[in-house]
């Protein structure tokens, strides 16, 4: 058995956090269309 009596509260506390966030929008980023620019001269 664990020494640490609180581990397994920070194991579900940990759990939950990852339960509850909410999820990374996986979806590309959409950066704005730009005509490519002409190189100085």
Do not use: F, H, I, N
Not at 5 to 27: F, S
Not at 29 to 40: G, K, L
């Amino acid at each position: 058995m664990s020494t640490d009596p609180y581990a397994v509260l920070r194991a579900l506390l940990r759990a939950e956090a990852q339960r509850g966030a909410p999820k990374p929008d996986t979806r590309e980023p959409q950066q704005q269309q730009r005509p490519p620019q002409e190189p100085e001269r």
